[in-house]
């Protein structure tokens, strides 16, 4: 009986990064689209536009607390940690100025110069205003909720309806690498969608720089708002109103485990290994970390490089840099 299982968990497994693998290749595509077909300008967004500004229309304050989705039971250890509307702001004001950089103002109407491409930087915007919120203590705490059948039910169904990127953030900052890898990958096993191991350590998987170990689960929903940005039409809409819909009935759910099994792990070793073989180019996927470690930034007041461009500095090598 202890064979059968294992073996049901990894066809399980495999089925889901199946799923995953296609969903994400599609998100790869319309990143692609809008950073190398058809560049997003700089200075789309106003400085006083909502994703700039982080404040909410509707009542003056700051958008994240409001979007706060769960908070599990803080626990003792972390009782002098900042509070979850702390962190939660935290977290959401490091992606607020990455929008902020690309947005018009009267000194730079098209945005600053940047080492991520407008595009890039308006992904974060949507993540980070329209976003969904879900607080834990460290990964074992989320793994006991997310291991929970009645928590995974209401977390696909918040995605669903809402039709929002939730983003689940750790309280403690002082975390195992290879832990953090694994926690992701955990939820990589379980849900048919790509998550991310961002962090205030070292990068590591495909993760990027922020304030707290805050994992963004890429359900695709971004697309939708991204592209309204392209319209002034879109620009108008695509901020939302806060969430006041309530899809967890319990403060506590306990799951049938606090760690991770061993298909997780192998993935999470795998991804490790994959970005460590890709040398200088780091793991960066849509920008040239080699580039910009030599100081190249993305100019939104000239012509953004395009897909021509990139095919051009590849074959020939006419990189300045």
């Given amino acids: ?83 979850d509307n702390e962190i939660v702001c935290d977290v959401g004001n490091h992606m607020r100025k990455m929008v902020e950089v690309s947005s018009s103002s ?15 930087n308006y992904i974060h915007g949507c993540v980070h205003y329209n976003g969904g919120f879900f607080l834990f203590n460290d ?36 975390y195992d690498r290879m832990e953090y890898l694994e926690f992701v990958c955990f939820l990589r096993t379980i849900f048919p969608w790509f998550s991310n191991t961002n962090g205030n350590k070292k990068r590591i998987g495909w993760g990027n720089p922020a304030p707290y170990p805050s994992v963004n689960t890429i359900t ?18 695509v901020c939302r109103s806060a969430v006041t819909k309530q899809y967890f009935s319990e403060k506590v759910y306990v799951g049938k485990r606090l760690t991770t099994k061993s298909e997780e792990k192998f993935l999470a070793h795998f991804t490790n290994e994959r970005v460590i073989a890709r040398g200088e180019k780091g793991n960066m996927f849509f920008v040239d970390l080699r580039k910009l470690s030599r100081g190249y930034k993305f100019d939104p007041s000239k012509k953004l490089p395009n897909i021509a461009n990139r095919l051009m500095e590849k074959c020939f090598n006419t990189s300045t840099l």
Avoid at 14 to 40: D, E, Q, R, S
Avoid at 76 to 83: G, S
Avoid at 163 to 174: D, M, S, Y
């Fill in 139 to 174: 990964f074992k705490d989320a793994i006991s909720h997310f291991s929970n059948i009645d928590f995974q039910n209401s977390f696909k169904r918040f995605v669903k309806e809402e039709g929002r990127e939730p983003v689940t953030i750790f309280r403690n900052r002082n």
């Fill in 106 to 120: 009267k000194e730079f109407p098209n945005g600053k110069p940047d080492r991520m491409p407008p595009a890039i």
């Fill in 1 to 83: 009986m202890k064979s059968l299982n294992k073996l049901i968990d990894l066809l399980t497994a495999a089925y889901i990064w199946a799923c995953l693998t296609v969903h994400n290749t599609w998100g790869i595509i319309n990143v692609f689209n809008i950073v190398w077909m058809k560049p997003m300008k700089g200075g789309l967004l106003k400085a006083d536009h909502p994703m700039v500004t982080g404040i909410n229309p509707d009542n003056g304050d700051m958008i994240w607390k409001q979007n706060i989705i769960f908070q599990s039971v803080r626990s003792a250890e972390l009782k002098d940690a900042p509070n």
């Fill in 220 to 237: 695709g929903y971004w697309m939708d708002d991204t592209y309204k940005i392209y319209s002034e039409e879109g620009r108008q809409s």
